[in-house]
């Protein structure tokens, strides 16, 4: 590499992933959630009743991605799907009490604490900081990838190099 601030800026990155992957094995090691099924638990325990389209649109995912999950969520008993009284055609989802036990068992996440110490900083450093996000995600060919992982819909999978 020329440039060393091209070095420096994806060691950053790498430290970034690093933290990540370290805070997605804490989470799977004490609840066996993944984060984006912890995202999705959090977003229908906020509601009384939302539906999965909802659910995709507050966190930016894809609608496949929020169907597998919630599949997975279904599955391990922390949310039940419902048809619709009015229109049957409609699906709300609702959580469980296993899954709320899940969501007291989950520690406090990476991205809480990364949301708690960016709210902290001014309009314009957010700014900035999202500016450049944005801009290394098209420099490295991410810009139209869904936020959330395409196999995030059960145990984490570590059989692909990071």
């Known amino acids: 590499m020329d440039s060393e601030i091209a070095f420096l800026t994806l ?5 970034v992933l690093r933290a990540t992957e370290i805070g997605s094995r804490q989470l799977a090691t004490t609840t ?3 984060p984006s099924q912890l995202l999705v638990l959090r977003e229908i325990d ?8 909802a659910v995709a649109q507050s966190l930016q995912f894809s609608q496949a991605t929020i169907t597998a999950v919630v599949d997975r969520l279904v599955v391990l008993g922390f949310v039940q799907r419902q048809r619709g009284e009015r229109d049957k055609r409609q699906i709300h989802l609702t959580l469980l009490p296993d899954g709320r036990d899940a969501l007291a068992e989950a520690p406090d ?3 809480k604490r990364f949301i708690d110490r ?5 309009n314009w450093e957010q700014a900035m900081i999202l500016a450049a996000a944005e801009r290394l995600a098209v420099l490295m060919d ?3 990838i869904d936020a959330a992982p395409l196999l995030d819909s059960g145990r984490i999978d570590r059989s692909e190099p990071h």
């Open 11 to 15: 060691r950053a990155l790498r430290r």
């Open 32 to 34: 066996g959630l993944t």
């Open 46 to 53: 906020s509601r009384e009743s939302v539906t999965p389209s």
């Open 109 to 111: 996440p990476l991205q």
């Open 118 to 122: 960016f709210d902290a900083l001014p």
């Open 142 to 144: 991410a810009d139209s």
